[in-house]
């Protein structure tokens, strides 16, 4: 079973950027749709982004279209979630997820630890 790592999360000023990595552990993404999920204090868990990895499928939640790209790269065997032009709501922990399932948005297995994202204003 894969085991997804999350980096890159911080801390950076509205109008910034950063970029998120997930990288596989135990074995590849291959067969995997991946996916980032965010938890803001005193929220539920939001689906942010997802991709197939097999197939290049992909989807980003309404609120970060066109801030959010999600990308990954195969000789890396890892998933990135580009973040520009971010904004204090944006604040949260990040999660990268794994599913072998069909859906984009729910059904995942296999959880990172996190990575804190704050935005000062």
């Known amino acids: 079973q894969v085991q997804p790592v999350e980096s890159g999360g911080g801390l950076v000023q509205a109008g910034g950027s950063l970029r998120l990595s997930c990288a596989a552990s135990?074995?590849?993404?291959?067969?995997?749709?991946i996916g980032w999920f965010r938890q803001a204090p005193g929220k539920e868990r939001e689906f942010v982004a997802a991709t197939v990895w097999a197939g290049g499928i992909s989807a980003v939640i309404d609120s970060v279209k066109g801030r959010f790209t999600i990308s990954r790269d195969n000789t890396k065997n890892t998933v990135y979630l580009q973040m520009n032009s971010l904004k204090s709501e944006d604040t949260a922990v990040y999660y990268c997820?794994?599913?072998?399932?069909?859906?984009?948005?729910?059904?995942?297995?296999?959880w990172g630890q996190g990575t804190q994202v704050t935005v000062s204003s």
């Open positions: 997820a794994a599913t072998t399932g069909t859906q984009l948005t729910r059904g995942y297995n296999y």
């Open positions: 135990g074995r590849t993404f291959d067969g995997y749709t």
